[in-house]
């Protein structure tokens, strides 16, 4: 498949774009190795020898970076339904890349052409959506992108608490122990932060006691509309669990917690 990808993509370095129509072309694979294989700082390819090196590396350093490049393939694609499909995976691709750049990503992002064809409520094969997996990947600053562009979507609002991945964005979220993604969520509009539409119930509180994060848990105890009196598949509210599990500062935080209403 390696050898398949790097023919196409030499095809379209040197032949033109229109050899992406070809149905055989893997594009995700093209993207991958596209971007895999570029370090943006040094501008050096590791690839298989010296005459791949020094054709790429051509193309890598002339005038057109790799975000204008795929923006013309994108273009080149006269079929609506693909044009959805190929945004979607260029932006899937980018984050799922081991050397993201992210300076890719936000030139991408800030195409109108490119932006209004992607669906971010889309979930995958995988179960994830974009912004699950920006979460679950760790990367804050594709979450900021996602959210600042959200009227710009062709599906908006973005659907937070669709059940991806065996949970919800901000459960995933708490479970990675991302203080700075949480807060994002947090501070969204369309946050439920009493989600529990999943397989153990357990609400971003719950989660949070069982991943021992008392600063989590403050962020949480600080949302208007939190309940601490939800109970999970086993009965237990979030105290109940953090009691069982031996978690005093926890359970301190909890018990002194006062609704906002009060």
Do not use: C
């Given at each position: 498949?390696?050898?398949?990808?790097?023919?196409?993509?030499?095809?379209?370095?040197?032949?033109?774009?229109?050899?992406?129509?070809?149905?055989?072309?893997?594009?995700?694979?093209?993207?991958?190795?596209?971007?895999?294989?570029?370090?943006?700082?040094?501008?050096?390819l590791?690839?298989?020898?010296?005459?791949?090196?020094?054709?790429?590396?051509?193309?890598?350093?002339?005038?057109?970076?790799?975000?204008?490049k795929?923006?013309?393939?994108?273009?080149?694609?006269?079929?609506?339904?693909?044009?959805?499909?190929?945004?979607?995976?260029?932006?899937?691709?980018l984050?799922?890349t081991?050397k993201?750049?992210?300076?890719?990503?936000?030139?991408?992002?800030?195409?109108?052409?490119?932006?209004?064809?992607?669906?971010?409520?889309?979930?995958?094969?995988?179960?994830?959506?974009?912004?699950?997996?920006?979460?679950?990947?760790?990367?804050?600053?594709?979450?900021?992108?996602?959210?600042?562009?959200?009227?710009?979507?062709?599906?908006?609002?973005?659907?937070?608490?669709?059940e991806?991945?065996?949970?919800?964005?901000?459960?995933?979220?708490?479970?990675?122990?991302?203080?700075e993604?949480?807060?994002?969520?947090?501070?969204?509009r369309?946050?439920?932060?009493?989600?529990?539409?999943?397989?153990?119930?357990?609400?971003?509180?719950?989660?949070?006691?069982?991943?021992?994060?008392?600063?989590?848990?403050?962020?949480?105890?600080?949302?208007?509309?939190?309940?601490?009196?939800?109970?999970?598949?086993k009965?237990?509210?979030?105290?109940?669990?953090?009691?069982?599990?031996?978690?005093?500062?926890?359970?301190?935080?909890?018990?002194?917690?006062?609704?906002?209403?009060?």
């Amino acid at each position: 498949e390696q050898n398949y990808n790097k023919y196409f993509l030499e095809k379209i370095f040197f032949y033109g774009l229109n050899q992406i129509s070809s149905p055989h072309v893997n594009v995700t694979g093209l993207l991958q190795y596209l971007i895999y294989k570029y370090d943006k700082d040094k501008l050096k390819l590791n690839v298989w020898n010296n005459e791949d090196f020094n054709k790429i590396k051509l193309y890598l350093t002339g005038s057109i970076s790799i975000a204008v490049k795929i923006k013309d393939i994108f273009r080149s694609i006269q079929n609506l339904e693909n044009k959805k499909a190929f945004s979607w995976t260029i932006l899937m691709t980018l984050i799922n890349t081991d050397k993201i750049n992210m300076d890719i990503v936000s030139t991408l992002f800030y195409d109108d052409d490119i932006i209004k064809h992607v669906y971010i409520n889309f979930i995958d094969k995988s179960r994830n959506t974009l912004l699950n997996d920006s979460i679950l990947l760790e990367n804050e600053e594709m979450v900021k992108l996602i959210f600042k562009n959200e009227e710009t979507f062709r599906d908006k609002p973005i659907k937070l608490d669709i059940e991806v991945y065996e949970d919800s964005s901000l459960n995933n979220s708490v479970q990675m122990g991302n203080i700075e993604i949480t807060k994002l969520l947090l501070a969204h509009r369309n946050i439920n932060v009493n989600f529990n539409k999943n397989v153990d119930e357990n609400t971003a509180l719950h989660n949070a006691v069982l991943e021992n994060a008392p600063e989590i848990v403050k962020l949480l105890l600080a949302h208007p509309v939190i309940d601490v009196n939800l109970k999970n598949d086993k009965g237990e509210t979030p105290l109940e669990l953090a009691e069982t599990l031996n978690k005093p500062e926890i359970v301190k935080l909890i018990k002194n917690h006062k609704p906002s209403s009060q």
